[in-house]
């Protein structure tokens, strides 16, 4: 299980440092040309915000586990984004973009499996 906790956590870490840098490096326009019309509803700080926190919690991911300096931060970094990804679910859901919640559910779902694990039965 504990390799399963890594797999999920390293692809986890991937997926949130690649959305953060691109929420951080471009602008709000072309993320909604693109196909983010959920940057519609928040101001261009706020997108921004959104991209720090996905890539500060993706280094949360991994860093404090691989160098085991403060690794209770790795559960509370999944937790963390698991909020962020509920919050991300209520967005698309009140937006009625039903198939563009999918993907944030199944985030959702796999930072709930590794907050679980790490704060659980496989502490690191």
Known sequence: MNIALWVVTALLALTFLGAGAMKIGRPKEELAKSG?????????GQVKAIGVVEGLGAFG?????????????????AAGLAVAMAGAVLVHVRRKELPQAIPATVLLVLTVFVAWGRFGPYPL
């Open 36 to 44: 983010l019309a959920w940057t519609e509803d928040f101001t261009a």
């Open 61 to 77: 991911l991994v860093l404090p586990g691989v160098t085991g300096i403060a690794p209770i931060l790795v559960p509370i970094a």
